[in-house]
C-alpha cells in the first residue's frame, strides 16, 4: 500500500518562511520522481517543483529562488523549503510520487499552507 503523508503547513505572514516534509512508503523511493504540486478548488492542479533520483529539479517560474526541493533517499523523504512566502502562495500543498517528472501516480492528503498578514 501506498502512503505519502505530509506535514509541515501552517499559516505564516508574508516573507516568512515553512517547511513541507513528506515520508514515502510502499513505493521503491530510489527511482520515483517525487513531486511538490498545489491545488485550489475549480483550478488545475499545479506542479511546484519536482526531483528526480538523479537529484534533478524543476520549479515553476513563480517559486524559482524562493522554494527548494531536496529528497532524503535513506529515509524516504523529500522536503520543499518555501522561502520569501507570497499571498499568492496560499495553497493546499500535496506531495506526489510517480515515474516521470510530469505525471504523478500518487498523491498524498494534502497540507494547507496559509500565507497572510
Known amino acids: 500500500q501506498v502512503q505519502l503523508v505530509e506535514s509541515g503547513g501552517g499559516k505564516v505572514q508574508p516573507g516568512e518562511s515553512l517547511t513541507l516534509s513528506c515520508t514515502a512508503s510502499g513505493i521503491p523511493f530510489m527511482s520515483t520522481v517525487m513531486h511538490w504540486y498545489r491545488h485550489a478548488a475549480g483550478r488545475q492542479p499545479e506542479l511546484v517543483a519536482a526531483?528526480?533520483?538523479?537529484?534533478?529539479?524543476y520549479y515553476l517560474d513563480s517559486v524559482k529562488g524562493r522554494f527548494t526541493i531536496s529528497r532524503d533517499n535513506a529515509k524516504n523523504t523529500v522536503t520543499l523549503q518555501m522561502d520569501r512566502l507570497r499571498v499568492a502562495d496560499t495553497n493546499a500543498y500535496f506531495c506526489?510520487?510517480?515515474?516521470?517528472?510530469?505525471?504523478?501516480?500518487?498523491w498524498g492528503q494534502g497540507t494547507q499552507v496559509t500565507v497572510s498578514s
Open positions: 526531483i528526480t533520483s538523479a537529484m534533478e529539479t
Open positions: 506526489t510520487a510517480g515515474r516521470t517528472m510530469w505525471s504523478p501516480d500518487y
